[in-house]
């Protein structure tokens, strides 16, 4: 089955920029996803590539995918203490389904 | 729009006991939901998919006499953790996504399941 990676854990400043990365195994994903969580909270979809985009902008958030690698990441400009959360990579399997892969997370700490 | 509600948001029972938790989107029909579970600083796995109407798809390991999932309608999906063990006890976390095929899922506020 798929396997989904991500380091598990960034610290940047505020102010700075922030890059997530994950890598995956399943080619056939045709969806990408990010996903926020908070402490105790559910999952806020941030934004998703399509597997025939390379890169795909949405305000602070820029989504960066290299087929070939099987990378993707996320970038989050001028990083904000509010962005202090769990960053999940979700895959989608490219079944009937669309079923998420979830990776590992990413918890990402702001610095004042 | 688009929004998906849990209920309840948490939940402490006995060893043994049955506990139901909801999953209802508010706003769409969803004719497909996913049950997640997850641990404590670990990822979401997936346990089971419900298609309106139809019986569930569990995933390998997912015993589904011991979840049972219910999908009567386009906006309510229960799952029932039955004979309760502290081993249970974690996040459940459901997602929803409408009938329209748009490939985005929606995902509730998550219910916390404490088993004594």
């Known amino acids: 089955g798929e396997d989904v990676e991500q380091s598990l854990f960034l610290s940047v400043r505020e102010g700075d920029s922030s890059v997530i990365n994950c890598t995956y195994t399943?080619?056939?994903?045709?969806?990408l996803y990010w996903y926020k969580q908070e402490p105790g909270a559910g999952l806020q979809l941030l934004t998703y590539?399509?597997?025939?985009?390379d890169m795909k902008q949405d305000q602070r958030l820029t989504v960066l995918l290299n087929k070939k690698d099987k990378h993707l990441s996320l970038r989050i400009a001028d990083t904000q203490t509010g962005d202090s959360a769990i960053y999940f990579c979700a895959p989608a399997d490219g079944g009937a389904t669309n079923k998420l892969i979830f990776g590992t997370g990413t918890l990402l700490a702001v610095q004042p | 729009g688009a929004v998906v509600s849990q209920h309840p948001s948490w939940v402490i029972c006995k060893s043994g006991t049955s506990v139901k938790i909801e999953c209802r989107s508010l706003d769409f029909q969803a004719t497909t939901m996913f049950w997640y579970r997850q641990f404590p600083k670990q990822s979401l796995m997936l346990m089971a998919t419900?298609?309106?109407?139809?019986?569930?798809?569990?995933e390998q390991g997912v015993e589904k006499d011991k979840f049972l999932i219910n999908h009567a309608s386009l906006t309510l999906s229960t799952l029932t953790v039955t004979s309760a063990h502290p081993e249970d006890s974690s996040f459940y976390i459901c997602?929803?996504?409408?009938?329209?095929?748009?490939?985005?899922?929606?995902f509730g506020p998550g219910t916390r399941l404490t088993v004594l």
């Open positions: 399943d080619s056939s994903s045709t969806y």
């Open positions: 997602s929803a996504r409408d009938f329209t095929g748009m490939h985005e899922q929606f």
């Open positions: 590539i399509f597997s025939n985009m």
């Open positions: 419900s298609n309106e109407g139809s019986k569930a798809t569990y």
